[in-house]
């Protein structure tokens, strides 16, 4: 059984969107990382950068002791391999399923999150940098736009999920 270490946040709903299309059993372990189970020394050991989720394989595909994973792509990654779906074998299909999940990691995620905090905040100045760096007619949105039309081993926009293989 996978015990996933989850609270409702994009990150988190990543992985568990994976989880449903895959059919894959799973048990939620919640990481209220409002009250700051993150910072505990249990939850350390699984996720070093104190962050959700992170998942703990207790019955590994190679039948070897547990495995952990933290990081949403690195998760999504193990999920889909162990399952053998949403992620191609041969070498040209996967690396264009992994740049676009290094991609989503790296720019889109963090972008997006820094724009809603400081939306959040109120502070109109960093919203509207925020705004303006994910924007569609900017490098991180014209990305995707200019791609998705002639890819297809890339990502669901909405859920970053690789597409079927
Ligand atoms: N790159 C990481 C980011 C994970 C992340 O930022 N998780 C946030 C919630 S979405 C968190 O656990 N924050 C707790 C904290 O910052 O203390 C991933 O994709 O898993």
Known sequence: ????????????????????ELG??????????????????????????NRMPALVDHAPADGGPTISVFESG???MYLAEKAGRFYPQDIRRRYEVNQWVMWQMANQGPKLGECGHFLRLGDK????????????TRPTGS???STIGSTTAVISLATNIPSPT
């Open 24 to 49: 894959m059993p799973y048990n939620i372990v919640p990481c209220n990382i409002g009250k700051g189970d993150q910072f505990e020394p249990e939850f350390l050991k699984i996720s070093p950068n």
């Open 125 to 136: 100045q960093a919203t509207s940098r925020m705004q303006s760096a994910a924007s569609p």
């Open 1 to 20: 059984m996978i015990d996933l270490h989850y609270w409702p946040t994009p990150n988190g709903k990543k992985v568990t969107i994976l989880l449903e």
């Open 74 to 76: 690195a998760i999504m």
């Open 143 to 145: 990305t995707v736009s």
